[in-house]
Nanobody
Framework: VQLVESGGGLVQPGGSLRLSCAAS????????MSWYRQAPGKERELVAA????????NYADSVKGRFTISRDNAKNTVYLQMNSLKPEDTAVYYC????????WGQGTQVTVSS
């Protein structure tokens, strides 16, 4: 199983970023996917999750209305569209496959700062 995140970077408050996670090594379309984040000195937290078909999603209260999780099963890719970014969104963002014991990507840094 391999998960490769991309799309992180430095953005000003109020800006947007789109994270991508390309998956391989398992049947992507049969498994739910999640995005987590971990800020310095804090525990890793669930940001958003999506079912295998994309019909069901859920979000942390702190990102509701600003972030959107989606997936393209033809491309084996899950996305996280992040709008109206705030400094407190600064963290390393990880993709997780809800497959077997669970698998993690290497993470991508998102920094929100002026």
């Amino acid at each position: 199983v391999q998960l490769v995140e991309s799309g992180g970077g430095l953005v000003q408050p109020g800006g947007s970023l789109r994270l991508s996670c390309a998956a391989s090594g398992f049947t992507f379309s049969s498994n739910g996917m999640s995005w987590y984040r971990q800020a310095p000195g804090k525990e890793r937290e669930l940001v958003a999750a999506i079912s295998s078909t994309g019909a069901s999603t859920n979000y942390a209260d702190s990102v509701k209305g600003r972030f959107t999780i989606s997936r393209d099963n033809a491309k084996n890719t899950v996305y996280l569209q992040m709008n109206s970014l705030k400094p407190e969104d600064t963290a390393v963002y990880y993709c997780r496959a809800n497959y077997g014991r669970g698998y993690w990507g290497q993470g991508t840094q998102v920094t929100v700062s002026s």
